[in-house]
């Protein structure tokens, strides 16, 4: 029978393993993130200043859009068009009519 000191002990060990894991999984997933942002960054970059401005960005943007990403409403519309998911809505929906038309009266 083991004493209840060793049960304790092996009790921590287990506790710090457990936290060391987690430590290494969070540090792994940081590290992941930070090589997917310095390859975005580096495509942006490889891009022509006519291509980053169809794009609708200029060279001092490409770091914040890479890292924060994009949330202009045209870029936000692009996504929801090409969504799977509205795909039956768009079906539904009469040709030509678009509810995100808001045209000035």
Sequence with gaps: MAKPGIRAAAAAFRA???Q???YGASL???????VEQRRSIAALHALSDRSL???GL?????????????HQPQAQAVVRELDPA???KRKKQRP???PDDRRAA
Excluded at 58 to 70: D, L, V, W
Aim: with cysteine; proline share 3%.
């Design 16 to 18: 710090l393993i457990r």
């Design 53 to 55: 401005k169809d794009l």
């Design 28 to 34: 792994a997933g940081r590290w992941h993130v930070a």
């Design 20 to 22: 060391a894991a987690r």
């Design 86 to 88: 509205n795909a039956a």
């Design 96 to 98: 030509g009519f678009r």
């Design 58 to 70: 200029c060279r001092s943007e490409i770091p914040s859009a890479a890292i924060h990403g994009r």
